[in-house]
């Protein structure tokens, strides 16, 4: 297996070996499990807490309030981490960490209905206001599952491909980039699955073009973290990956 360096891709910093995914194959990374244990907690917590709710802010200079799903202000750093997964382990460790999330992601969103759905005891009073923290309607649970899913292998795509075109170089262009595709997918799927025919169909289109914008200007505005993170991972992990010649299919976990 070349080192990518051989193939022009020294873009890595200091101290830190540019390679092709396949060359760390195997290899035991020291940061990997925390990073994806982080991501599975992410995904969980943002699709039980705030998947659900529209809240309204007033920002000045605007006539209205800015309207857009609660969940806005977490569920991107499972694209942020995402992008750090994919830049620093490649594309197949990353999408070994997306199979991760969606498991996790299925187990909780059944526990919730399970939970919820059965009967509580006498005296309990709890029932409505468990209804309205944790309980899962099965259309934006599934809604939910499968824009997670489509939604991050097009990000980790697009991230992984950008770093082999721009030879591992201007790392905001693909970050962004990447964001910006992979939170397209995941609105355009979101959305009208779990919401149409229930909100008002200017709402849904409201809350999905705003929460889309939103998303992306919140992962531009998260850039110099990502450097700093990503930066700090490769001198960790002593190497820089490339995806010169990885299989892109997102139904494998072998990396």
């Given at each position: 297996m070349k080192?990518?360096?051989?193939?022009?891709?020294?873009?890595?910093?200091?101290?830190?070996?540019?390679?092709?995914?396949?060359?760390?194959?195997g290899r035991r990374l020291r940061f990997y499990d925390y990073c994806m244990a982080a991501f599975a907690v992410i995904l969980i917590c943002s699709n039980l807490i705030g998947a659900g709710k529209v809240a309204a802010i007033r920002v000045p200079g605007?006539?209205?309030?800015?309207?857009?799903?609660?969940?806005?202000?977490?569920?991107p750093l499972s694209y942020v981490l995402g992008d750090v997964l994919t830049e620093v382990y490649g594309y197949g460790r990353a999408r070994r960490v997306v199979w991760v999330g969606f498991a996790a992601a299925v187990f909780a969103g059944l526990m919730s209905m399970v939970v919820v759905a059965m009967p509580p005891a006498a005296g309990w009073e709890g029932q409505e206001a468990l209804e309205a923290v944790?309980?899962?309607?099965?259309?934006?649970?599934?809604?939910?599952?499968?824009?997670?899913?489509?939604?991050?292998?097009?990000?980790?795509?697009?991230?992984?491909?950008m770093k082999v075109w721009t030879e591992g170089r201007y790392l905001w262009t693909r970050t962004i980039g990447s964001t910006a595709v992979g939170q397209g997918v995941d609105s355009l799927i979101f959305y009208p699955l779990a919401f149409w025919g229930?909100?008002?169909?200017?709402?849904?289109l409201t809350v999905m073009v705003t929460n889309y914008l939103l998303k992306v200007?919140?992962?531009?505005?998260?850039?110099?973290?990502?450097?700093?993170?990503?930066?700090?991972?490769?001198?960790a992990e002593g190497v820089d990956v490339y995806d010169v010649s990885t299989d892109f299919?997102?139904?494998?976990t072998r990396v």
């Open positions: 080192r990518a360096a051989e193939l022009g891709y020294v873009a890595a910093p200091e101290g830190v070996v540019a390679v092709e995914a396949g060359a760390i194959e605007f006539p209205d309030p800015l309207v857009f799903g609660a969940g806005i202000l977490f569920f944790i309980g899962l309607a099965p259309r934006i649970f599934a809604a939910s599952i499968l824009a997670f899913w489509a939604g991050e292998f097009a990000n980790a795509f697009v991230m992984a491909r229930v909100w008002a169909p200017d709402l849904v200007a919140w992962e531009a505005a998260l850039t110099p973290v990502t450097y700093v993170v990503v930066n700090r991972l490769k001198r299919t997102p139904f494998r």
